[in-house]
């Protein structure tokens, strides 16, 4: 199932999700001939970029959470490293 487009996290894609909602406004037979599949790519890279970049902070927060955890499992198992 495709995300919702109109919302607070894809703000910067506004542009390309408009002129999407556009194309699709002429008609059945416009998006039938493939007339929209530049803007429905556009979108798709636009929504892609994104995904990618929330990807990467979600993997480097779970990194900063993973070592604060082994550091404390450390103490736990050693009691001599707390000082």
């Given amino acids: 199932m495709h995300p919702h487009l109109h919302t607070e ?3 910067s894609c506004a542009e390309v999700i408009a002129a999407l909602d556009e194309c699709h406004a002429k ?3 416009w998006k039938v001939t493939g007339n929209c599949t530049l803007a429905k790519h556009d979108v798709n890279m636009c929504l892609r ?6 990807t990467r902070l979600n993997r ?3 990194r900063k959470k993973r070592e604060k955890i082994e550091k404390i499992w450390a103490e736990i198992e050693d ?5």
């Fill in 9 to 11: 996290s894809n703000k």
């Fill in 27 to 29: 008609g059945f037979l």
């Fill in 49 to 54: 970029g994104l995904r990618l970049e929330r």
């Fill in 60 to 62: 480097e927060e779970a």
């Fill in 79 to 83: 009691p001599r490293e707390r000082n």
